[in-house]
């Protein structure tokens, strides 16, 4: 297993923008794919999006393609999401999670063994 933790959330003006980190330990890093979801109060978790274990690959959900960037410095151990252009609809519990990188890209929870406890964001209007 991989022990996560995920930091910079905070409480951002609509418009504004913020960075999540997610440190990983445990295990090689370089070997994992990195996801981030969200889950807003009373509703299931929700895809962001995925970095394969190189970095050289992204998949986002359509809900957040052009704002959000997830990237990776494998040196550090950690993997980024950078939020940009927030609105109040993104207010949510970010999660980290990891996958053993196999080369299938996974959009559901269930696809992956790790995850951080969340860090929240809150967007105002």
């Known amino acids: 297993q991989v022990q996560l933790v995920e930091s910079g959330g905070g409480l951002v003006q609509a418009g504004g923008s913020l960075r999540l980190s997610c440190a990983a330990s445990?295990?090689?890093?370089?070997?994992?794919?990195m996801a981030w979801f969200l889950q807003a109060p009373g509703k299931e978790r929700e895809f962001v999006g995925t970095i394969n274990k190189s970095g050289g690959r992204t998949y986002y959900a359509d809900s957040v393609k052009g704002r959000f960037t997830i990237s990776r410095d494998n040196a550090k151990n950690t993997v980024y999401l950078q939020m940009n252009t927030l609105n109040p609809e993104d207010t949510a519990v970010y999660y980290c999670?990891?996958?053993?990188?196999?080369?299938?890209?996974?959009?559901?929870?269930?696809?992956?063994?790790?995850w951080g406890q969340g860090t929240q964001v809150t967007v105002s209007a």
């Open positions: 999670a990891a996958l053993y990188d196999t080369g299938l890209t996974y959009s559901t929870p269930a696809g992956y063994s790790s």
């Open positions: 445990g295990r090689t890093f370089s070997n994992y794919a």
